[in-house]
């Protein structure tokens, strides 16, 4: 059973940092490309970042671009999204999600950020 | 960015109705139209793939449909687990996008 569990969130002032984790399991992480998806309170999804199977690769939104970095360690079956330089409007659910040729088929059950002063 | 429009907004509906979600994206998309069941405080479910298929485990009482800029979702009999939220999703171009979501609520 495919499994990704989040953790890592919480509240946060501005402008500092916070690092999400994802640990998956289930399936071989290696093989398929991960992302990000963000919820805000009340809103819709937003995808957040992804990154390809070895970790060569990353893509993001233009609104996070040079303040979040994905990342992935394949031997610890663990994916990251370092948080810097937080914003309130940062403020939302984060979603850890494998990203293959179907879109993002499972997902995490997410974890929130605060950025609040 | 493609921009998704979904109708409607909110939709209310008896248990046994045929219901059916809109989708339009601003440029082709190839078909590369998912949708996604949310309920409330879980992660979305993958419906639904590519247009057209049923992803693993989901009832076929759901179907999708649809080319171009234009795709639907059907509930073809709406059971009480049916009511959520659903969003339609394009992997067709960077960045993807989501619709902003359809309230499937009991009438």
């Known amino acids: 059973e495919v499994q990704l569990v989040e953790s890592g969130g919480g509240l946060v002032q501005p402008g500092r940092s916070l690092k999400l984790s994802c640990a998956a399991s289930g399936f071989t992480f290696s093989n398929y490309g991960m992302a990000w998806v963000c919820q805000a309170p009340t809103k819709g999804l937003e995808w957040v970042a992804s990154?390809?199977?070895?970790?060569?690769?990353?893509y993001y939104r233009d609104s996070v671009k040079g303040r979040f970095t994905i990342s992935r360690d394949n031997a610890k079956n663990t994916l990251y999204l370092q948080m810097d330089s937080l914003r309130s409007e940062d403020t939302a659910t984060y979603y850890c999600a494998r990203h293959g040729q179907l879109g993002f088929d499972y997902w995490g059950q997410g974890v929130m950020v605060t950025v609040s002063s | 960015d493609i921009q998704m429009t979904q109708s409607p907004s909110l939709l209310s509906a008896s248990v046994g109705d045929r219901v059916t979600i809109n989708c339009k994206a601003s440029q082709n998309i190839n078909k590369y139209l998912n949708w996604y069941q949310q309920k409330l405080g879980e992660a979305p479910k993958l419906l639904i793939y590519n247009t057209n298929n049923l992803q693993t485990g989901i009832p076929s009482r759901f179907s999708g449909s649809g080319s171009g800029t234009d795709y639907t979702l059907t509930i073809s009999s709406l059971q009480p687990e049916d009511f959520g939220t659903y969003f339609c999703f394009q992997h067709n171009s960077w960045p993807n996008t989501f619709g902003a979501g359809t309230k499937l609520e009991l009438k």
């Open positions: 990154i390809s199977t070895g970790g060569g690769n990353t």
